[in-house]
């Protein structure tokens, strides 16, 4: 047993941990409303026991502190299919624009990369044209008004697509700085958690530092690492340190052929960036792939177009009688990469078309033909041109569905998390096993919707082969 | 939107496919599913019920109609999978969490560490 005044101590003790207790819940009910506030309950510690006689008796709590309701299990989750969510985000906000230009409604009637499809049209339909008249000079003129219109379409898609990739380089860059800035912070609170509280919860100070690094998942795919005395360090998905614990590594940018690299340190971490997530992820997603990928297809269409037209219009008699050497219609292109930017009409005077085929005279009509044909002809990667614009238009929309569709899915799993978030470490009255309960009940219902809608579909399509979830 | 009107709505499926959109309906599953709003999904659980009564129902030219909506919410209907996949996932992390409290899990001592449980075992038990 312990003395009277032992037991008064233990009295007071008591007071005052309640005291200290009722302060943390009207901290909690006054930041009700602070954006990354985390809730606290009063952490209890018993002190140690009083000895006396060589028996022990317990002396009652003290109240430590307040320890934040916070998971870091469940906040690195969110943070992690935060940074899926805002890269697919950004990349589609991208797609987007790129796959405006291609479209149809996107641009004047006359001249636009929506009209590239009806173009190559026009184009070889001039040439049919020409067929029927090959003397005509109006129709002459007309071949060569429809070569201008596709020449100036395809090589100012690629100029915007140019545009758009200066754009998306500038962007990152500006993203890159809010990481420093938002890793800099960190090291800071780091610093200061270390200092002030290396064995328990920091509360507004943890609460700052989790605030940033939801932040900073935003920017970029990040690894948390929680180190001593609760430190933590950062790594890039790649694994290049961007804190660890009190000191930062900022990225730094760099030109390399044109193209801004992103380093830490001495290494180049462009590519490791590229997949991270995030809105860097994102946006060096559409610089370094989707744009790359268009502009590629672009730019075989220009260059086989162009290759091949004029290798026929070389093969042919032109009204001045000049045989094989009529000359080029469209700009020579020695190679795919950049062909179609430099697409372009060289070819001025409508008389140096050639028409008729070697051996017909200036009035045949035989190579018209034969150039009017490449519209059927399949010797754009093994498409016609038209075949080969349009299944790269297509392939660009999946693109953008495909994405999209991932986007929408990890946006509903950031919601449902940031509720179970909620519920643990905002200050409010649910309390986290009914949360659960809710989330359960929600995912069964889901299922069952899921199910029934199966059926629905099977029935319709008449399949018998149902859609899974997998 | 009421219930009787999804009824109303729900009755004419196969029958008028510009006053009702099958697509509209999963989408509204998903944002559901999102928010965790699980009376909601029952509500649209009941509705798909119905719409599978009436599916069974209708007429051959109905039949195509039902068809051609099914096949115009494709993009919706792969939504809301991924959505329930994730879900499944999200719920997996709790149930994980859930054991670590209760002290199921080894990493459960990361947790105490946290200082989340501290105070526990010191003192004169």
Redesign the interface.
């Known amino acids: 047993m312990g003395t009277i005044s032992s037991a008064f101590a233990m009295t007071t003790g008591a007071l005052e941990a309640d005291q200290a207790a009722l302060n943390v819940v009207a901290n909690n009910v006054a930041n009700a409303n602070t954006p990354g506030y985390t809730e606290e309950t009063p952490?209890?510690?018993?002190?140690?026991?009083i000895t006396l006689n060589g028996s022990?008796?317990?002396s009652g709590?003290t109240e430590?502190g307040a320890?934040s309701?916070?998971?870091?299990?469940?906040t690195e989750?969110i943070d992690q299919?935060q940074q899926l969510a805002s890269a697919s985000g950004t990349r589609l906000t991208a797609l987007n624009s790129i796959q405006a230009l291609f479209s149809v409604d996107s641009g004047t009637s006359t001249s636009s990369a929506g009209d590239i499809g009806n173009d190559l049209t026009s184009f070889f339909d001039s040439f049919s044209s020409l067929e029927g008249n090959p003397t005509s000079s109006s129709l002459r003129q007309e071949v060569l008004s429809a070569a201008s219109t596709l020449a100036s379409d395809v090589s100012g898609a690629a100029s915007s697509l140019a545009s758009q990739k200066v754009a998306l380089n500038q962007e990152a860059s500006g993203v890159a700085s809010q990481v420093n800035a938002l890793t800099a912070s960190i090291a800071q609170l780091n610093t200061q958690i270390q200092t002030t509280s290396p064995?328990?919860?920091a509360g507004t100070l943890e609460d700052q530092r989790e605030e940033d690094v939801s932040q900073l998942s935003q920017f970029v795919g990040i690894n948390q690492i929680?180190t001593e005395n609760?430190g933590l360090s950062i790594t890039t998905t790649s694994g290049a340190t961007l804190v660890s614990e009190g000191s930062s590594n900022p990225i730094e940018t760099g030109l390399q052929d044109g193209v801004t690299h992103f380093l830490v340190g001495a290494t180049d971490v462009t590519a490791g960036l590229t997949t991270g997530g995030g809105q860097l992820g994102g946006y060096l997603t559409a610089r370094d792939i989707d744009i790359p990928s268009v502009t590629a297809s672009l730019d075989q269409l220009a260059y086989s177009v162009s290759t091949q037209v004029n290798a026929l219009n070389n093969a042919g008699t032109d009204m001045d009688g000049d045989s094989a050497n009529a000359g080029n219609i469209f700009s020579e292109s020695k190679q795919v990469a950049g062909s179609a930017l430099s697409m372009g009409v060289v070819m001025t005077d409508p008389n140096h078309i050639a028409a008729a085929a070697t051996g017909e005279g200036t009035g045949g009509s035989a190579n018209a033909a034969a150039i009017a044909a490449l519209s059927k002809a399949s010797f754009v990667n093994g498409q016609t041109p038209s075949d080969y614009y349009s299944s790269f238009v297509s392939s660009l929309g999946a693109t953008v569905?495909e994405v999209s569709?991932?986007n929408?899915?990890?946006?509903?799993?950031v919601?449902?998390?940031q509720?179970?978030n909620d519920s643990l470490s905002a200050v409010n009255l649910n309390d986290e096993a009914s949360a659960?309960t809710?989330?359960?009940?929600?995912?069964q219902?889901?299922?069952?919707?899921?199910s029934?809608?199966n059926?629905?579909?099977a029935?319709?399509?008449?399949l018998g082969d149902q859609?899974t979830?997998? | 939107m009421g219930e009787r009107n999804e009824r109303e709505m729900i009755s004419q499926i196969g029958r008028n496919r510009r006053y009702i959109e099958l697509k509209d309906f999963?989408r509204e599953?998903?944002r559901?599913?999102?928010?965790?709003?699980?009376d909601r999904?029952?509500e649209?659980?009941s509705l798909?019920?119905e719409?599978?009564r009436v599916?069974?129902e209708v007429d051959v030219k109905g039949?195509a109609r039902?068809?051609l909506?099914?096949?115009d919410a494709s993009?919706e209907?792969?939504?809301?999978?991924?959505?329930?996949?994730?879900?499944?996932?999200?719920?997996q992390?709790?149930y994980?969490?859930?054991d670590?409290r209760d002290g199921n899990l080894e990493y459960s001592a990361?947790?105490r560490g946290?200082?989340?449980f501290?105070?526990s075992s010191?003192?004169?038990d």
């Open positions: 952490t209890w510690q018993e002190n140690d026991p022990s008796s317990g709590p430590t320890s309701m916070r998971d870091r299990v469940l989750r299919q064995d328990s919860d929680t609760n569905t569709t991932e929408t899915a990890q946006n509903a799993s919601t449902q998390l509720t179970q659960m809710t989330l359960e009940r929600s995912y219902a889901a299922s069952q919707v899921f029934m809608l059926t629905i579909i029935s319709a399509l008449n859609t979830v997998s | 999963i599953a998903s559901a599913l999102a928010k965790l709003d699980a999904l029952s649209l659980r798909f019920q719409l599978s599916a069974a039949q039902l068809t909506q099914v096949r993009k209907m792969k939504v809301f999978a991924r959505v329930i996949e994730a879900t499944r996932d999200n719920l992390v709790l994980r969490l859930r670590s990361f947790l946290a200082g989340v501290r105070g010191n003192g004169n």
